[in-house]
């Protein structure tokens, strides 16, 4: 099944609770971190998984380890400071790729929506 949604479909759309941020996803760095989201597809392998997510403000630690992730921010931003490289924004109508094994920190100053794809290289 196709799934399409616009950026302003995925600002408004009403999300699944999943709790406050935790590993692996992220390592909330000041504090509790409340999640939400809506899985729109997944593999049956779960190694490619697209959908919505929504993260409150605040910091976190990210480590993608094997995973990796395209995001498209469609409320708030996401100010990355990547452990090696420069720091860089990605705002609401912007794109960024994360490779596998990037490590760095998420700076969300205000609620955070994004669509996104997650792959996992598997052996």
Known sequence: MVFTVSDRAAADM???????????????????????????????????????????????????????????????????????GEEFVVSPGESATFPPNWKGEWVLETPMRKLYCTFTFKD
């Not at 910091?59 to 498209?72: I, L, P, Q, T």
């Open 14 to 84: 009403d999300l699944d609770a999943y709790g406050p941020l935790a590993p692996p996803v992220g390592q909330p760095l000041d504090g509790e971190m409340l999640t939400s989201g809506k899985v729109f597809w997944q593999s049956d392998n779960e190694a490619i998984m697209t959908g919505v997510w929504e993260c409150a403000a605040g910091r976190m630690r990210a480590d993608f380890g094997n995973d990796g992730e395209m995001v498209h921010v469609v409320k708030g931003t996401i100010r990355a400071i990547p452990d090696e």
